[in-house]
Nanobody, 122 residues
């Protein structure tokens, strides 16, 4: 059974950094599109970043230049490095993956992690 497990969330001050991890079981990340989404209270789940099987990356405008998505093949893990965090980045962050979908719509992804809370506050 495919499982995605996120970790790395927490409380950080504005301007700080966090690195989120998403570990996969039962499939190889390099053969899937892997993405990060986030959902703040009372808001829709929104796309943050994606990395395709070929290694191409995509970012939401709100995080470009601050967030970086990358994967470690040996560890079968996808990461989201988040720098210069802002209070508006506060949300539950979810890892998602799909064998065939390449896009920014949450409904296109079949596999999801449980989420990890990121809170940016002084």
């Amino acid at each position: 059974q495919v499982q995605l497990v996120e970790s790395g969330g927490g409380l950080v001050q504005p301007g700080g950094s966090l690195r989120l991890s998403c570990a996969a079981s039962e499939f190889t990340f390099s053969t899937y599109t892997s993405s990060w989404f986030r959902q703040a209270p009372g808001k829709e789940r929104e796309f943050v970043s994606a990395i395709t099987r070929g290694g191409n990356t995509n970012y939401a405008d709100s995080v470009k230049g601050r967030f970086t998505i990358f994967r470690d093949r040996a560890k079968n893990t996808v990461y989201l490095q988040m720098n210069n965090l802002r209070p508006e980045d506060t949300a539950v962050y979810y890892c998602a993956a799909d064998r065939f979908y390449i896009g920014v719509e949450a409904r296109g992804y079949n596999y999801w992690g449980q989420g990890t809370q990121v809170t940016v506050s002084s």
